[in-house]
């Protein structure tokens, strides 16, 4: 079956700092995946995607995802974070019929 | 492209009333998707169109909901006999043609019920 594992619920980071959000997943053939983010209210925002090709995947405001096969993960990255990052953010896989399954997401808090 | 818009954003009701939402695609887009989301959830599927046709329900979509696509543009999610367990944001997404493509997220619905 399908699944996302985001296994920090919550992550502060000093603003400035970089940033790295967990995601791994379980499914049988070669995924879909993509990071959203989420501001309190609102709905979710695409923030990247991978399909296939270079495992490295650049995304919007800077942020950027690797996928490695091996570990079933597909991690999010941020080199120097800013305070509007604040939000939540959710992983997803997408399966049959291009279902997504998403995360329990992670919420990013940033100190000043 | 004007975005996936929901309508109304914030609903309140009593327990045991009808509700409906609305949810108005991107034009272009064939694939409509609504989704459930609970307060420290990510959202969780409930059923999925293309065009006009519903062609996968959530064993969470009890008898109480219904979704209908009667013309392959807007849709409508209603539940009835309303219950504090349907207090959620209720999502609609659409997406283009190609299994490649992401899904385009509306701001959501929130059910409050009293």
């Known amino acids: 079956a399908q699944s996302v594992t985001q296994p920090d619920i919550h992550i502060t980071v000093s603003e400035g700092a970089s940033l790295e959000l967990r995601c791994n997943y379980s499914y049988g053939a070669t995924p879909y995946l993509f990071w959203y983010v989420q501001s309190p209210g609102q709905g979710l925002q695409l923030l990247l995607k991978y399909f296939s090709g270079d495992t490295l995947v650049q995304g919007i405001k800077g942020f950027e995802a690797e996928f490695k096969r091996s570990q079933s993960s597909f991690n999010l990255r941020k080199p120097s974070v800013h305070w509007s990052d604040a939000a939540e953010y959710f992983c997803?896989?997408?399966?049959?019929?291009?279902?997504?399954?998403f995360g329990s997401g992670t919420k990013l808090n940033v100190k000043p | 492209d004007t975005g996936v818009s929901q309508d109304p954003r914030h609903k309140i009701t009593k327990r045991g009333q009808n509700v409906t939402f609305r949810c108005d695609p991107i034009?272009?887009?064939?694939?409509l998707y609504w989704y459930r989301q609970t307060l420290g959830q990510g959202p969780e599927f409930l059923t999925y169109?293309?065009?006009?046709?519903?062609?996968?329900k959530s064993r969470l979509l009890s008898d109480r909901f219904s979704a209908e696509r009667p013309k392959g543009s807007f849709s409508t999610l209603e539940i009835q006999r309303t219950e504090q367990g349907d207090s959620a944001m209720y999502l609609c997404?659409?997406?283009?043609?190609?299994?490649?493509?992401?899904?385009?997220f509306g701001d959501g619905t929130r059910l409050s019920i009293l």
């Open positions: 997803a896989v997408a399966a049959v019929f291009n279902k997504f399954y």
């Open positions: 169109f293309q065009n006009e046709a519903q062609l996968e």
């Open positions: 034009s272009e887009h064939n694939r």
């Open positions: 997404a659409t997406q283009g043609q190609g299994a490649d493509q992401p899904q385009h």
